[in-house]
């Protein structure tokens, strides 16, 4: 979330940053609200500082024996300490109206995110590996799976609904395979530490990492008890480990890395990727988070985006790198990489990951500070986050680039020891 102080100080540059993000916001309303506590604070202070000025009188009239008029300014003390009271009361209710509006309110944005609508504005910074050419007639995933065995869309669907699949057989081996490689890669090439959190998640911890209020209809809620949450990236559990908490300036940067099952209700885009595994309700996936100085943060954004595009390499999967612009860019993201590989079934580019620095914008709604030095005020960390990889997204990838003519898929080779063979015969 963004500071109360910045926003009263520089709305100009709140009032920019919605504009750039195409984000319809009461940012006039806010301002009102922020302007009315501070008068309403100025009274308070008046109020606070006449009732200490007759508390001293009070006691110098009962030692000068003037009890009489001491008794009556008590009388008149009371009734101010009663509109003192209201007064405080009326300015936490609006403070708490304050703090709901600034919940609604978008990160700001780096200087260098370029401008634009939605995702066409997205700029192109670096490619990897060339497109294979094929001399036979390439499938798409959902039909080699099919023809494979090892993909069942309608079994999925029956035995919950639509964007539900199970994955079979090879199909379920390589899903394990990418997962024990990815964690293998994280842990031991790039110094993360591997956690397991809890897949369901309080409300609380929804709010903290930005997914509450604003995205509450693209979630999955338990009914009982209502204020659980199955997680839509484990990017929210891992974040929240340290949620109200100081760290020690020693304890920066702290890396995790964590596998889970996510679950998206979709809201926003029924008909959009209907056939195979791009856009299901429940996928996995494994996630990169990094708490760091804020002076770091930029340096760890880059450096997560390479830890990401080496496991890609390493899968011989061509791929792109885009700068998100301003429309496209996520509500908590101050500035967004994703990575988007090739697939030859689709003949395009799909997102496979997004890499996110967040600045202090959740770790002040997480409160996760930590001490520069000893006795140095405590200051907010800076987040961010990452797929490092998703499994259903890379399996895609895997078998639509690898597809051999013979109707096989081949498995690259750091992948095959996880795995167990070298192929996915037809």
């Not at 009732?51 to 101010?80: H, I, M, T, Y």
């Not at 209502?226 to 559990?237: G, K, M, N, R, S």
């Amino acid at each position: 979330m963004l500071d109360r102080r910045f926003i009263e100080e520089h709305p100009d540059v709140v009032r920019s940053v919605l504009a750039a993000r195409r984000h319809e916001f009461d940012l006039d309303g806010l301002l009102e609200r922020l302007g009315r506590r501070k008068a309403l604070l100025a009274d308070l202070e008046n109020l606070q500082a006449e009732r200490n000025a007759g508390s001293r009188e009070v006691g110098a009239l009962f030692k000068a024996g003037k009890r009489d008029e001491g008794q009556a300014l008590r009388k008149d003390l009371a009734l101010l300490g009663g509109r003192i009271h209201e007064l405080e009361a009326t300015t936490k209710e609006l403070l708490g109206a304050i703090d709901d509006d600034i919940l609604g309110l978008p990160n700001l944005l780096a200087d260098d995110v370029p401008e634009g609508d939605d995702e066409d504005a997205n700029i192109e910074v670096r490619r990897w590996g060339t497109p294979q050419e094929y001399d036979f007639d390439v499938l798409d995933h959902h039909d080699l799976g099919e023809q494979l065995g090892i993909l069942d869309f309608e079994r999925g669907a029956k035995v919950t609904g639509s964007r539900f699949t199970v994955l079979k057989g090879a199909g379920a081996r390589l899903s394990r395979a990418l997962m024990n490689f990815f964690l293998t890669r994280q842990t031991a090439d790039n110094g993360y530490t591997e956690v397991l959190p809890p897949f369901i998640v309080n409300s609380e911890s929804m709010t903290g990492t930005g997914q509450l209020p604003k995205f509450e209809g693209d979630l999955f809620r338990l009914h009982d008890p209502a204020d659980y949450w199955l997680i839509p990236t484990a990017e929210v559990p891992v974040t929240n480990l340290h949620a109200d908490e100081i760290l020690a300036a020693d304890q920066l940067p702290i890396r995790y890395c964590a596998y889970t099952p996510c679950f998206r209700a979709e809201a926003g885009s029924y008909g959009r990727d209907t056939r195979g595994l791009i856009r299901q309700h429940q996928f996995e996936k494994v996630e990169m988070v990094q708490f760091v100085r804020p002076e770091d943060s930029e340096a760890a954004h880059h450096a997560m985006v390479g830890h990401a595009e080496a496991l890609l390499q390493a899968l011989e999967l061509p791929y792109r790198v885009m700068t998100l612009a301003s429309g496209d860019i996520g509500f908590g993201a101050w500035k967004c990489y994703d990575i988007e590989v090739w697939l030859p079934g689709q003949a395009k580019f799909r997102e496979i990951s997004s890499v996110s620095n967040y600045r202090d914008f959740q770790a002040r709604r997480a409160s996760i500070r930590f001490r520069p030095e000893a006795k140095a005020k405590p200051q907010f960390v800076h987040t961010l986050n990452g797929s490092g990889l998703p499994l259903g997204r890379t399996l895609v990838a895997v078998l639509e680039n690898h597809q051999q003519a013979d109707g096989s898929i081949r498995i690259p080779a750091p992948l095959q020891p996880f795995f167990g063979g070298v192929t996915i015969p037809a």
